[in-house]
């Protein structure tokens, strides 16, 4: 067992869970690699225009994305947790590179949302069981990040992820 | 170089660096096993009655202070992120077990106090170089912490330490 198995909490959490035919090492490329992260990570029309990671933990993503109007957004940053290459990967918006704590509402932090993303890929026949959780501190944050189109929002990157790299 | 060596901040940062009369194996021991946690981590006439701890990131420790008057305080709780033994403690109180995001003011994150804290150890002759960071998100939350005795509390709990496990 790893540190997140048994932390999912129906009161705070929200769950994406999707059998998708893409091999789990190409879905862990596709988080992993700057390159690849800027082709599906956004829903379209926008964009992810910019995209720097630093994989270990204490490391960060760092991620701009543009409106259809062109506009550039303030860098979304997530700080690594844990890594298990193909296997797990669980990052926060609530820590910035080295483990600092980060501003609330920070500009930075996903949205001002605080939550930890765990990202757990299970082999399945020729594809992948892919499965979020957004782990959040309480309920009230949990709907806001579901009205803000946690469903949606993610659902739509990862059929984009599933066009791209898909068997 | 790990995660956390080039991330101290003057404005942001509290430091405490001193090189103590403890062969390091002993100072880990003493920040690690809950037996040894209650005899020094907090200053008398304060005592830490329990502890808890869950070695891994993710993981988490959990004491409770009680006041010379006797009365228990909620309980303090830090999840660990990077553990390097014998050489580095990183622990935030702003996530719960599991890597859940505390609620900000909740009672189980020190004081209320947003940082992250990182303990080296450096064998120095037969002692330590012993030497605490506390990462805060902002200024104002680093003099917070200072006001409330950051360099008192952590130094006295170190000293007290120090008398336990000296050569």
Redesign the interface.
């Given at each position: 067992m790893?540190?997140?198995d048994?932390?999912f909490?129906p009161r705070?959490d929200l769950v994406l869970d999707r059998e998708i035919d893409v091999p789990r090492e190409r879905v862990w490329a596709a988080w992993t690699e700057p390159e690849r992260i800027k082709q599906w990570f956004t829903p379209a029309p926008w964009q992810t225009v910019a995209c720097e990671i630093d994989l270990?933990?204490?490391?960060a993503f760092r991620t701009v994305m543009r409106s259809p109007e062109g506009e550039d957004q303030p860098p979304t940053v997530g700080c690594y947790?844990?890594i298990v290459e193909n296997e797990k990967l669980?990052w926060?918006t609530?820590?910035e590179?080295?483990?600092?704590?980060?501003?609330?509402g920070?500009p930075g932090a996903c949205h001002g949302l605080?939550?930890?993303a765990?990202i757990t890929l299970h082999a399945h026949g020729n594809g992948t069981r892919y499965r979020v959780v957004a782990?959040?501190?309480?309920e009230e944050?949990s709907r806001r990040h579901d009205e803000l189109g946690f469903q949606d929002g993610w659902g739509t990157a990862l059929d984009q992820l599933v066009a791209l790299y898909r068997n």
């Open positions: 790893t540190s997140t048994s932390q909490d705070f270990r933990p204490g490391g947790l844990e669980v926060t609530i820590l590179p080295g483990f600092r704590p980060a501003r609330p920070a605080a939550f930890t765990v782990m959040h501190p309480d944050s």
